[in-house]
């Protein structure tokens, strides 16, 4: 038996509930037309062979008072003048979200609606768009709305504040509230500023504070002077030093070679090399060194995993410093370490142009699957012997090093 039940109907009225339409519908009765449901009634020959069975679902179609049913009347050989729904209609929101019990949620949502308009009638007209767009999600912040109203209220009145989050003296607002809406926060003050107090370029939630004006945790680096003639006055012989990004970029260092590499450990046993420092970061960001325009007058050498992201990494620093060199990314390195070999869980797939033609041919190798399946070699796997080996020889050339 196929026959549109109770159940079958609340699924259908579940599906506009899931699109958001309900709540539109309640944020906007214009845009609400009647829903008529798909309803599959008994064949002919069904109603003569199961009567039992279809006076039980005509019984419990007549007990969903929230739709609407037309009827059609009919004559069966052996019912004789019987009648059968032919149509079946959610005629109000109201109606569609009783019959899948979300009446409370439903009224919730109107007055969070109230609350918004009662706030200010201007911000409301801003934030409209964005209701009518995630209801849902406006639903479910219903608690919070207070407190997003009156950051969005106090941002209007100071636009690109010039302070960090914990400075907001806002009622029931704290950094820990405005840091885990910034998803939510972004999409309503764009909505709620003008273009002169949004900075476009910054975008995700690492953005968020710049793109609104307030004041960010600076980026800070971390970097080991190699050369003890660089070292700076005062300190010990293993000068492990951290730096905000403004200081970083202000060195007037005579450094003609610079390090990259991504594992914490290479930049502590980094070897001593004449004229050089070695910088510790962290894989893709490359945001703290783009101010620093003495690296442009030194020779950058980079060294990552040998697998296709350490080469993303490499590609996209070039982006930033075009003359960055490898260390120990090539071919003789991987075949050397066949025994240190391990699999990359996620190997990249897309091109990188960035690549001198030698890394393009070692990366086409990972991800083609030349050699075995997801191989890679990381850094710190490389044998130590190896690496001064390939420094001696390379130092001449090379002029600073930054560890990322």
Not at 101 to 126: C, M, P, S, W, Y
Not at 294 to 303: D, G, I, K, N, S
């Amino acid at each position: 038996m196929t026959w549109t039940t109770r159940a079958d109907l609340r699924l259908q009225a579940q599906k506009l509930w899931d699109k958001g339409e309900l709540l539109r519908a309640l944020l906007d009765p214009a845009t609400w037309q009647p829903r008529r449901l798909r309803l599959v009634v008994p064949s002919s020959s069904e109603l003569g062979a199961q009567i039992e069975a279809v006076r039980a679902w005509l019984a419990e179609l007549r007990r969903v008072p929230q739709v609407r049913i037309n009827w059609r009347a009919f004559t069966h050989r052996v019912l004789g003048e019987s009648a059968l729904p032919d149509e079946v209609w959610l005629d109000t929101p109201q109606a569609a979200c009783a019959l899948i019990g979300k009446t409370q949620e439903a009224q919730r949502f109107e007055a969070l609606v109230q609350t918004i308009r009662a706030h200010n009638i201007d911000l409301a007209e801003q934030v409209w768009p964005w209701l009518t767009k995630r209801p849902l999600v406006a639903l479910d912040l219903a608690n919070d709305w207070p407190r997003l109203l009156a950051v969005l209220s106090w941002l209007q009145t100071h636009p690109r504040p010039g302070i960090y989050l914990r400075q907001v003296d806002l009622s029931g607002v704290d950094s820990k509230f405005l840091e885990s809406q910034r998803s939510v926060l972004t999409e309503l003050l764009d909505q709620c500023l003008p273009a002169s107090a949004i900075d476009a370029s910054a975008t995700g939630l690492s953005g968020f504070c710049r793109r609104y004006g307030f004041k960010d945790k600076p980026l800070r680096i971390r970097l080991r002077v190699l050369d003890g003639a660089l070292a700076v006055p005062g300190l010990g012989a293993d000068q492990d030093i951290s730096l905000t990004q403004a200081d970083f970029a202000q060195l007037d260092w005579k450094v003609r070679r610079v390090f990259m590499t991504e594992n914490e450990v290479n930049f502590l046993a980094f070897p001593s090399v004449p004229g050089s420092v070695v910088v510790f970061g962290a894989g893709y960001g490359f945001e703290a060194l783009s101010g620093a325009a003495w690296l442009r007058h030194c020779t950058v050498v980079y060294w990552g995993d040998i697998d296709t992201h350490g080469f993303a990494i490499l590609d996209q620093l070039r982006a930033h410093l075009p003359h960055t060199q490898s260390l120990l990314m090539d071919n003789a390195t991987l075949l050397a370490h066949r025994a240190q070999w391990g699999v990359e869980p996620q190997p990249l797939l897309r091109d990188l142009p960035r690549l001198t033609p030698d890394e393009a041919a070692v990366f086409n190798t990972l991800r083609d699957n030349r050699l075995q399946p997801g191989l890679r070699l990381e850094q710190e796997r490389i044998g130590f012997g190896w690496l001064r080996q390939v420094l001696s020889a390379a130092t001449s050339e090379v002029t600073a090093v930054v560890c990322l």
